[in-house]
């Protein structure tokens, strides 16, 4: 299953589990921009389960959205 690929049909696990990483991924740099460190630990740990759950799944991401530490 590739995800973001021209055209490509997304089943609706990969369809929520992009939207999830998308809104992870946001809180994560609002929480880095508001000097949130705890936040930023948290939204940081959740972006690598849902990275890790897309691996587990075939889900490939072609995203701006791989964990930084």
């Known amino acids: 299953m590739a995800a973001g690929g021209g055209g490509s ?3 609706a696990f990969t ?4 939207r999830r990483i998308h ?4 809180d994560l ?8 460190d705890f ?3 948290v939204e940081q740990a959740e972006l690598a ?4 759950l897309a691996a ?3 889900v490939e991401l072609h995203l701006r959205t ?3 530490g």
């Open 23 to 26: 809104a992870v991924a946001a």
């Open 15 to 18: 369809a929520g589990l992009l």
């Open 66 to 68: 791989e964990p930084r």
């Open 9 to 11: 049909k997304v089943d």
């Open 29 to 36: 740099e609002r929480a880095r921009a508001q000097g949130d």
């Open 49 to 52: 389960d849902l990275h890790r």
């Open 39 to 41: 936040l930023a630990e």
């Open 56 to 58: 587990e799944h075939g």
